[in-house]
């Protein structure tokens, strides 16, 4: 019950703040669930493109969605984040190494790394970083953009987030696009990589789908809620405490992974 009630959160943060929420489904999967963290990031992926997907439709409806940007950026990170889920998390060993009697295990390293850009998107909701500039301070980079958008690929694969705080700059900064169709555009990539990602898991695992739809259904649920909850609070001024929350959550897995 309170990892439903939990499910329900995650949609109320991205219902308020429209990004983020997402980055603690993980650990809510972990801990509260006790599911293994492979198992956890493969439902991630389902609960978080799916989530998305309901936050692209509104956003191209109001003819948000910048379609050429998202393809430009997509293709090579879906592409990259199925190879990862397909191939390289299961290559990943059991036992990666030892340091005495302390053992890196898979399930540690991948929390661990979890946390580490649990903490880099953090920093981004405290900062509240805008980025905005024009075509003309920049040119068109198109190997640059692929070769981000693979690496986010990789990130999505292994963690099993969104990665909206690294797809937004890299609109901005790198396709010149305006910051609000960035926010906009990055939840339609977000929604394509996740949805995809999770297809490469689909011949690795058993899937639980009365479990996993029922986990998406109170997230979907709760972005409503969040949506309606919006008129009434300003979510930019709760992102920089939400930030903060998943600042000590990052921590409290490093700890917990390493030294508890």
């Not at 703040?17 to 972990?30: A, D, F, K, Q």
């Not at 309901?54 to 409806?61: E, F, P, R």
């Not at 797809?167 to 394509?192: D, F, N, Q």
Request: with cysteine; proline share 3%; aromatic share 12%.
């Amino acid at each position: 019950m309170l990892g439903y009630l939990g499910a329900i959160l995650v949609g109320i943060t991205l219902g308020l703040i429209g990004g983020g929420g997402s980055i603690i489904t993980v650990p809510l999967l972990v801990y509260v669930m006790g599911l293994n963290p492979v198992v956890a990031t493969a439902y991630s992926l389902f609960v978080v493109g799916v989530s998305s997907l309901v936050g692209a439709i509104k956003n191209i409806q109001k003819k948000q969605v910048d379609f050429k940007a998202a393809i430009a950026f997509a293709v090579p990170a879906f592409i990259s984040v199925f190879l990862t889920r397909k191939f390289i998390v299961p290559a990943i060993p059991e036992i990666i190494f030892s340091v005495g009697s302390f053992t890196v295990t898979k399930h540690i390293f991948i929390m661990v790394f979890f946390a580490v850009i649990m903490i880099l998107a953090s920093v981004s909701m405290i900062k509240n970083f805008q980025f905005e500039t024009g075509e003309k301070d920049r040119e068109f980079n198109p190997p640059i953009i692929i070769l981000q958008a693979i690496v986010l690929g990789l990130v999505t694969g292994i963690v099993g987030a969104g990665g909206g705080f690294l797809i937004v700059p890299a609109l901005v900064l790198l396709v010149h696009i305006p910051m609000k169709r960035a926010v906009a555009t990055s939840l339609l990539i977000i929604a394509v990589n996740s949805l995809i990602g999770f297809l490469g898991d689909l011949g690795e695992m058993t899937i639980d789908w009365t479990f996993l739809l029922t986990f998406t259904a109170c997230s979907i649920g709760g972005i409503f809620l969040g949506i309606y909850l919006n008129k009434f609070i300003d979510g930019k001024k709760l992102k920089k405490s939400f930030g903060w929350f998943v600042l000590l959550m990052g921590a409290y897995i490093v700890a917990k992974e390493l030294f508890l």
